[in-house]
């Protein structure tokens, strides 16, 4: 959700993501999103934040700001039954 998040703040606004890293750095809003979660844990769905992770720097980079906030969110349990009860945590995880 991070990543379709930034994602779409480039579709309207130039440059590299990192140029929007910190607060409310995007002059335009990005495409309307509907997030629908699949795992629980993060609340990506309804923040404004989005943690993306710079390979380059080794960094997380937050973007955060109104327009990163999802228009929709579906909160649907039943999305999440058939994943496993721990998931692995793959180099982009955070603790």
């Given amino acids: 959700m ?10 309207t606004n130039p440059g590299s993501i990192r140029d929007y890293q910190g607060l409310d750095k995007a002059p335009m809003p990005r495409p309307p999103l509907i997030a629908i979660p699949t795992t629980a844990g993060t609340g990506s769905e309804v923040t404004q934040s989005s943690v993306i992770t710079d390979e380059q720097r080794k960094v997380k980079m937050r973007i ?8 929709v969110a579906v909160e649907d349990p039943s999305l999440t039954v058939s994943m496993p009860p721990a998931l692995p945590r793959g180099r982009g995880w955070m603790p």
């Fill in 2 to 11: 991070d990543a379709a998040k930034a994602t779409g703040i480039l579709v």
């Fill in 64 to 71: 955060i700001g109104p327009k990163n906030m999802p228009e």
